[in-house]
């Protein structure tokens, strides 16, 4: 589903994503982690056509996006760690207008929004303006709208910002949901416990660099191997990258 290709972004300078080369299949939760400026978002924008590569490929079900955007787009369903909502606008206002984006047909939108509003548990908040929404209401909102296309690929930057621990078990749930129905996620994310509970594989950055790749119990015997102790998520991000997430 997605295939990186000594995928490049420079800015004069700064390397910020250095000749990275990487594999998801479909149907996997992928994890990204990495300290603050390791290339992380970078890395989602050009996997979502909001940044061109310097050099490299982003391939996005067989489509580059870059040679092939609109293509790739339709496919993708894109949760951003600072979304912008339209907030004079009500819950179904919106969810129709990101329908239209997408190019959906009128008959197809109104179901798939009764649908995700209650997969969401926004039912009844439906016809209310958003800016009367808690934080976490728009963030599952958001998150509605990525949905609602049917996307084969979730690309999801920081997804449990702002949310309660009912919202963010929500959230954990319909991920999983849509792995096995064979979507792909993308997950970047800054809580090692979420990435844990989640993901079937992790992919640690840094520098602009992947340094790690595989399952967690192969990087943690890998880790165990290297310094004769068993250690956890956190103790093997600390010892690749020498800092925390939040450096």
């Known amino acids: ?65 870059v040679a092939h955007s609109m293509e790739a787009k339709r496919v ?11 907030e004079k606008l009500t819950g179904v206002e919106f969810l129709k207008f990101m329908g239209s984006l997408f190019g959906m047909k009128k008959d197809e939108i109104q179901p798939g929004i009764s649908d995700l509003l209650g997969l969401f548990e926004l039912d009844g908040w439906g016809e209310e303006l958003i800016e009367s929404y808690s934080h976490g209401m728009k963030q599952r909102l958001v998150m509605s709208a990525a949905l609602l296309h049917n996307p084969k690929l979730i690309i999801v930057d920081e997804p449990m910002v702002g ?15 849509k792995s096995e129905e064979g979507v792909t996620i993308f997950l970047s994310t800054h809580t090692l416990e979420i990435a844990q509970q989640l993901c079937h594989r992790l992919g640690i950055i840094n520098r602009g660099k992947i340094i790690a790749m595989g399952t967690l119990s ?26 925390s997430l939040d450096d």
């Open 218 to 243: 192969v990087l943690m015997k890998d880790l165990e191997d290297k310094t004769g102790q068993a250690g956890t998520l956190e103790s093997l991000f600390l010892a690749l990258t020498g800092k």
């Open 76 to 86: 993708v369903g894109f949760i951003p760690d600072q979304p912008f909502l339209y």
């Open 163 to 177: 949310l309660d621990p009912k919202g963010i078990n929500l959230v954990k749930r319909i991920f999983r949901q």
């Open 1 to 65: 589903m997605i295939e990186l290709i000594e995928l490049t972004k420079r800015f004069g300078q700064l390397v910020a994503v250095d000749h990275i080369n990487l594999h998801v299949k479909e149907g996997e939760i992928f994890g990204f982690l990495g300290p603050n400026g390791a290339g992380k978002t970078t890395t989602i924008k050009m996997l979502a056509g909001l940044l061109k590569p310097t050099s490299g490929r982003a391939l996005i079900d067989g489509y580059d996006v």
